[in-house]
């Protein structure tokens, strides 16, 4: 599962190269991952390490906002969490969980960069960031999901012979 933690953070940073901010196609992918590998950890409760670490590196390498994504990543690891540990992994729990994610990220930023920054930021900007987040984040979690199942197969199916 670190494999699609790290292209997860890696394509992060590619596909903000590739896609302007203005673009329909906002990520979040390196957020995304960490509900993907969730079911995969050997221990539920490694979520918040991973989360941490995640966001650290998310916070020095891609937003120069120390420790801003760290405690949202980490924040939003709990939901994770106890997401699951109430509803089953599936598909469309997981579609839910994304949207929720998305959602709650880009509100608490929005929010962050309303009391800390000089820029003027309206409803109509967030609104617009998190519909452009959710069209690339899906498609991510859709394929990133079907990635660990055929990795997780293939292991198994090693591990037996």
Do not use: E
């Amino acid at each position: 599962m670190t494999l699609v933690c790290i292209l997860s953070f890696l394509f992060d940073g590619i596909f903000s190269l590739l896609f302007k901010n203005n673009s329909l196609f906002l990520t979040l992918f390196s957020l995304m991952c960490l509900i993907v590998i969730y079911p995969y950890l050997k221990k539920s409760n490694y979520i918040f390490y991973i989360a941490a670490t995640i966001g650290i590196f998310f916070d020095i390498v891609y937003t120069q906002t120390l420790f801003l994504n760290t405690i949202i990543f980490f924040l939003l690891s709990f939901l994770i969490y106890f997401y699951y540990k109430y509803l089953p992994y599936n598909i469309v729990n997981t579609i839910v969980l994304s949207l929720i994610m998305i959602s709650l990220y880009r509100l608490i930023t929005y929010i962050f960069f309303i009391i800390f920054n000089d820029n003027i930021f309206n409803i109509h900007t967030l609104l617009k960031s998190i519909y452009n987040s959710i069209i690339s984040n899906f498609i991510y979690i859709i394929l990133m999901n079907s990635f660990c199942k055929i990795i997780l197969k293939k292991k198994v199916i090693i591990n037996k012979i």
